[in-house]
């Protein structure tokens, strides 16, 4: 999971595996999400200068979505997520 620090360029923690709840609003402390393609059904949603959106439930494996500074993130449905947080001084 390095790459994921390498990409948004700060030191980050992996929390537990959740499953997300309808419209949850993502703390800006999130700085990534891993999507578990294959788990229950349910969306990602990044929004900035433009609209990311991963679709969970359809797929294999896991995605990892990065959420840059300015940027808000929602979920939709029930996907089963991780998120990955800013590490606490």
């Known amino acids: 999971m390095f790459l994921t620090g390498v ?4 030191d980050l923690a992996i929390g537990p595996e959740k499953t997300g709840k ?3 609003s993502v703390e800006s402390s999130v700085r990534a999400i891993l999507v ?6 349910g969306a990602v ?3 900035g200068n433009r609209v990311r959106h991963v ?6 494996g896991s995605v990892i979505v990065v959420i840059n500074p300015g940027e808000t993130s ?3 449905g029930n996907p089963l997520v991780r998120y990955f ?5």
């Open 7 to 10: 990409q948004c360029g700060e």
């Open 22 to 24: 309808p419209l949850e």
């Open 36 to 41: 578990k393609m294959d788990g229950s059904g």
């Open 45 to 47: 949603k990044v929004y």
């Open 55 to 60: 679709v969970a439930g359809e797929g294999l």
């Open 74 to 76: 929602r979920l939709h």
């Open 85 to 89: 947080r800013r590490r606490s001084s």
